[in-house]
């Protein structure tokens, strides 16, 4: 919100329009009386507003209330309390605020600042604990519908099993990694192709010994580009000169012992299971949500389609449990 | 072999990871503190030009230790305790936030990682964001049981992978917080309240019960209370348990130096009591046990730097122990042969170390329905020591001796037959006898299967399985 208030001032969309004032003069009211809330319950002396601010008055109190919140643990819990005892006046106000700015994005004659006001909440992952980042995606998602605005909110991947209650509100989209190979193995040109041109945006073509090391280190990575990096950073390590083949393939080796090595007979388990039914899907369960979170497996077009990582397919003790028995 | 031949493999990976500018997060996973000790003056050597910094993370508070880490820039952070970030989830959670902004900042990150199979799972848990972009995790590990040369370490080498207090986990704790509440129904009750000595049992109980589950900041509380009340009023005996405590957790938290000052405090005041009975001798032995124990660990950090203190210590056990007689001595008896045989190893008096072996070897089988777990894998140890002599009747003869004793408390030592098969297939092999060889590997495989976690000894099914491609090439 903050952010938004401080780039529509910038844009000038509030000088002389009196609708968007009545709206700002409800906000500022809100946030006006919260405050003085805020002062009476808080110990000690805080001045939650910035001083020497040069941001209008809304927006100080709106930055006020957010340092406040990085204060003591007993302040921004106060802060906290008082902001969501009275969500539900904050959200009719702050919709009008979303209606308003919307208006004066249609209306905007350079046409540079798209249409509507889209919120992005990322980095989640980043929140203390999982159990902290499950409470503010369940826990708030009744006051997070009540602001009408497009929001996408990029989910931790330990937060997929809450889709099914997501979906209730909210349509869910899988942003599976890049798919290079077909349920029924074809290759898939395209998608290895992009791969190619992602490498050499970064790395020189004549640091490998030939494009067939390239395309093997593109499939190893079952589509993810950070495990491509990954994979040839670690040959790079094993090479003395340029990556060539041996290097690859000792680096393969290499990452398969490193990534292989906490798994859990349920976790063979459930690999075996994935490996039996390549052409079908196979029953959601915990065992598979940890599988996808450690990048054992991955899953590619809406998310139904589940493969091992080839680096894990290459080790000794998928080899002997999952291929072998 | 010197240590930069053995490790020539992980050394150049390393090297690679630590050239150039740009930041890399490495893990130098390692089982021997001499890795440590190896890899400092390896890496200021091969990068003479780089400014190298030591940081750690044990008794480190999150704001002095990312205050640290983000004031360089082009230079070596070693962080020589990173396990300890286990412990730390200040540091842990504030890393983990900040690795993007980490991973801006032009340094080489070289964590070291003793090697724990429980705990390296669960750091990367916790750290999750920020172990996805390790670039590097090499292990420098004497891992394959006969390629260590470090006579010393033989508990540590068998006793990896073996879960120790799990089971009783849930059990101790709720036993710790029965004793907490009594604590607090003590306090409330006023003819209670200044009951010192029924106090002071309590502490003591939380204290050995918050040991056994590893939380040892919290021991050191109920430690410090004990010490406190026990000092004030002149408490001889609760002096001396408090002082026993402090050494016990002082040497699991890896403070050497601080368990061999109170371990040597304690003996000193056990000397003073009047009554000398065999409970005192027990105790002074066992505060010894400790001092030696701790030499033992500080030699390995810094180079055998007090060897002099350590083999005093060894000698002044063996003659208590000599002198007096007591309950179950024969405990004390194969410990300081043990490592008596690891003195006259160094002064390279073989003779000397073969016949205290002799005596240790002789006073387990009298005793083997009362011995332990370290017994067994000291009689595995020896096993190595002739093996790495080529006397494999020898060896192998021990391990039958080690065999017998498991077979006969089955219960008891079910998890150590592993470690007998595992080694008894490298001696066949040696000999080639292929077919026992594999024999013994495969049972040693089975054995694997049928614990409760098998993927703990994946290390140990690689090497076996490259064994087994060997012998079959051969048969």
């Not at chain 2, 070291?112 to 996805?132: P, Q, Y």
Request: overall charge neutral; some cysteine.
């Amino acid at each position: 919100m903050e952010k938004l208030l401080i780039e529509a001032n910038a844009k000038g969309f509030y000088i002389n329009k009196n609708w968007s004032e009545n709206v700002l003069n409800d906000l500022n009211s809100w946030f006006a009386i919260r405050t003085i809330e805020i002062k009476k319950l808080i110990k000690g002396e805080l001045n939650i507003i910035p001083k020497d601010s040069i941001l209008p008055d809304l927006i100080q109190k709106v930055t006020g209330l957010k340092v406040g919140l990085s204060g003591s643990v007993e302040n921004a819990s106060t802060i906290r309390r008082v902001l969501k005892n009275n969500f539900i006046s904050f959200a009719e106000i702050f919709n009008k605020f979303v209606v308003d700015v919307n208006y004066h994005l249609v209306y905007d004659e350079s046409g540079k600042y798209g249409k509507e006001v889209m919120f992005i909440v990322d980095g989640l992952e980043k929140i203390m604990t999982a159990e902290l980042r499950k409470r503010i995606v369940i826990d708030e998602s009744n006051r997070i519908k009540s602001i009408n605005a497009n929001l996408i909110f990029t989910l931790p991947i330990e937060l997929m099993s809450e889709r099914q209650y997501l979906s209730s509100f909210s349509t869910e989209k899988t942003f599976p990694v890049v798919k290079l190979i077909n349920r029924n193995n074809s290759e898939i040109k395209e998608a290895i192709d992009k791969f190619k041109e992602f490498i050499y945006n970064r790395i020189d073509l004549s640091l490998f010994d030939s494009e067939k090391t390239v395309e093997k280190a593109i499939k190893m990575s079952g589509g993810s580009p950070r495990e491509l990096l990954k994979i040839i950073q670690r040959a790079s390590f094993e090479s003395d000169s340029i990556i060539d083949m041996n290097a690859l393939n000792k680096a393969i080796s290499e990452l398969a012992k490193e990534q292989s090595r906490f798994l859990t007979t349920a976790d063979i388990t459930k690999l075996k299971e994935l490996h039996k039914n390549t052409q079908k899907n196979i029953p959601y369960d915990d065992i598979e949500q940890k599988l996808l979170e450690q990048n054992i497996i991955f899953e590619y077009n809406d998310g139904s389609f589940k493969r091992v990582n080839p680096i894990i397919a290459e080790s000794e003790i998928y080899r002997q449990n999952v291929l072998g028995g | 072999m010197s240590w930069e031949v053995e490790n020539k493999t992980n050394l150049a990976l390393l090297n690679k990871a630590l050239n150039g500018n740009a930041f890399s997060f490495i893990i130098a996973e390692y089982n021997i503190y001499t890795a440590v000790d190896n890899l400092i003056p390896h890496i200021k050597s091969t990068f003479p030009e780089k400014k190298i910094k030591s940081l750690f993370i044990y008794n480190n508070t999150y704001r002095n230790f990312v205050d640290e880490l983000f004031r360089e820039d082009n230079c070596i952070i070693i962080i020589h305790d990173f396990e300890y970030i286990y412990y730390n989830d200040e540091i842990a959670i504030g890393l983990n936030q900040r690795r993007d902004k980490l991973s801006q900042q032009k340094i080489k990150l070289l964590c070291f990682l003793d090697s724990n199979f429980e705990k390296i799972k669960n750091i990367s848990k916790n750290i999750k964001d920020l172990w996805s972009i390790k670039n590097l995790h090499v292990q420098f590990k004497s891992e394959a049981y006969f390629q260590s040369n470090i006579f010393f370490d033989k508990i540590n080498v068998l006793s990896q992978g073996i879960e120790l207090i799990t089971s009783n986990y849930v059990e101790t704790q709720n036993k710790i917080e029965e004793y907490l509440n009594q604590l607090q129904e003590i306090e409330n009750n006023e003819n209670l309240k200044n009951d010192y000595t029924l106090k002071t049992r309590i502490w003591l109980s939380i204290a050995v019960y918050y040991i056994q589950i590893q939380k040892y900041d919290e021991a050191l509380t109920f430690a410090d209370l004990i010490y406190k009340y026990a000092s004030k009023n002149n408490i001889k005996l609760d002096l001396s348990v408090s002082l026993n405590l402090y050494t016990i957790i002082y040497y699991e938290k890896g403070n050497f130096k601080k368990s061999i000052k109170y371990s040597t405090e304690n003996v000193h005041l056990l000397n003073t009591l009047s009554t000398k009975n065999t409970d005192d001798t027990r105790l002074i032995t066992q505060g010894i046990r400790y001092i030696v124990l701790s030499y033992v660990q500080l030699n390995k950090q810094q180079n055998n730097t007090y060897k002099r203190e350590y083999e005093q210590a060894v000698f002044e056990l063996y003659s208590i122990i000599n002198a007096n007689e007591y309950e179950n001595k024969f405990n004390d008896v194969i410990f300081v042969n043990s490592e008596l045989i690891n003195i006259y190893l160094g002064r390279k008096n073989e003779k000397r170390a073969i016949e205290c072996m002799n005596v240790a070897i002789k006073t387990t089988i009298e005793n083997s329905d009362k011995i332990d777990d370290a017994e067994i894998e000291m009689l595995i140890a020896f096993s190595k020591f002739y093996y790495n002599n080529k006397n494999y009747s020898k060896a192998l003869e021990l391990l039958e001796i080690a065999e017998k004793i498991v077979t006969a408390n089955q219960l008891k030592f079910e998890k150590l037959n592993l470690y007998i098969h595992y080694p008894k297939g490298f001696i066949y092999a040696d000999m080639r006898n292929y077919t026992l060889a594999k024999q013994s590997f495969e049972k040693a495989l089975e054995i694997i299967t049928k614990t409760n976690s098998p993927e703990i000894y994946n290390h140990l099914v690689s090497t076996i399985n490259e064994k087994l491609n060997t012998i079959n090439t051969f048969n």
